[in-house]
């Protein structure tokens, strides 16, 4: 793969990351979660947040209450899908996340190549 093909490959895995990102953000604002209380910063004083957050929390409160039993929070995350529990947005923030995540780890594998690449060429240009 040449140097360029490389750099091209970097460009748009960042640029995908960003994108990502931005629609995750965009997702997690329209939370239904949210949007139960009278007003959004009434919710969140409350202790309330997002469809994700509500999960997490009772996964926490399964792991402080018994550390070696507890399942994870994936199994939890499921649970509370097929209940109804979490709506459309927050699932799909965490399939954005997992995307995003994704090209996470192709695009390190990209920055190591390139760094390859360069190391080479140092080597080269010093031989």
Request: with cysteine.
């Amino acid at each position: 793969m040449s140097i360029e093909s490389l750099l091209i490959k970097q460009a748009r895995l960042s640029d995908l990351r960003r994108h990502l990102k931005a629609q995750g953000a965009a997702e997690a604002e329209m939370c239904e979660n949210g949007k139960r209380s009278v007003g959004q910063v009434e919710h969140l004083l409350m202790g309330g947040g997002s469809c994700i957050g509500d999960v997490y929390q009772g996964w926490k409160d399964c792991a402080d209450a018994d550390p070696y039993g507890e399942p994870s929070f994936e199994e939890i995350w499921e649970d509370a899908v097929l209940e109804g529990d979490v709506c459309q947005h927050c699932q799909n923030v965490r399939n954005l996340k997992k995307q995003r995540m994704q090209a996470g780890r192709e695009l390190a594998g990209v920055r190591a190549a390139i760094t390859r690449v360069g190391r080479r060429l140092a080597k080269e240009g010093t031989a």
